[in-house]
């Protein structure tokens, strides 16, 4: 059976907070032998703790971990090694009691690969994966690994496939979705970051019948050129899944678009 290295990031980050309450370092051994994982495969549950903290712009808790030197190992790229002191104060200052565990879904083996394949087979289910997870960048994560297989990692206005520039937008806005909603693929799509933040600011949309539309205010204060950039997807329908269980709601379409 595979390493289920998200229990393990569990296990780990709920030790790094209690050092972090007293204020103290750990060593890569001794955190070893306080999770039952080998030193060197550490780095694999400290990569998962480090991203996190990056992309919620979290203290850099994987500081605490260092070797015998005193110093985090070279897997460490949160902070600057050289001015380290301040970056551990950081970690000691903060209120980790606010956080609840990001991986708390992994506590009884559950991966995230289990939580996508369970949004995609079932997403009128999705409120149940949501309260598991209970965490908005772990499930914005996981969000966007559903879109990414429902479309085929493709961006659904211009069908480009450059991975690493995709992300998973909601039709309902987040702060507007329901619980229902969150992780529902129903209520996403896959779109490039430059669209992403034209359909999140309302200059573009999408109908009922899946056509990309612009927002004529908008559009007449944009350059010509800029004209002619967003003139290449308005009017096109959108790249749709190749499930049509996984095709935008209709009713979220709707919903999204009363706001605008």
Not at 17 to 22: G, H, L, V
Not at 86 to 107: E, H, L, T
Not at 183 to 192: A, K, M, P, Q, S
Not at 232 to 255: A, D, F, M, T
Request: net charge negative.
């Amino acid at each position: 059976m595979p390493i289920n290295q998200e229990k393990r990031a569990y296990d780990v980050w709920e030790i790094l907070i209690q050092c972090a309450k007293m204020q103290k370092t750990i060593t890569y051994k001794n955190l070893g032998e306080k999770t039952n994982i080998h030193h060197r495969a550490l780095r694999h549950p400290l990569d998962l703790i480090q991203n996190y903290c990056l992309d919620e712009k979290l203290p850099p808790l994987t500081i605490l971990v260092v070797n015998q030197s005193g110093i985090p190992g070279q897997g460490f790229i949160a902070w600057d090694i050289d001015d380290a002191e301040s970056g551990v104060q950081k970690v000691d200052d903060y209120n980790w009691d606010m956080i609840v565990n990001p991986f708390s879904y992994a506590y009884d083996n559950t991966t995230d690969e289990m939580l996508v394949q369970g949004l995609l087979k079932s997403p009128e289910n999705s409120k149940e994966v949501y309260a598991k997870v209970n965490n908005r960048g772990i499930a914005q994560r996981i969000f966007r690994k559903a879109l990414l297989t429902a479309y085929d990692n493709k961006c659904a206005f211009t069908g480009l496939s450059y991975i690493e520039g995709l992300e998973a937008a909601h039709i309902v806005p987040w702060t507007k979705s329901t619980d229902e909603q969150r992780l529902d693929v129903r209520n996403g799509i896959l779109i490039n970051a430059f669209h992403h933040k034209l359909f999140d600011a309302g200059f573009i949309r999408i109908n009922e019948n899946y056509e990309i539309v612009c927002d004529e205010n908008q559009y007449r204060s944009t350059t010509e050129y800029d004209k002619k950039m967003i003139d290449n997807i308005c009017g096109k329908v959108i790249y749709l899944p190749s499930n049509r269980q996984h095709y935008p709601l209709i009713e979220n379409i709707e919903q999204a678009n009363s706001y605008h």
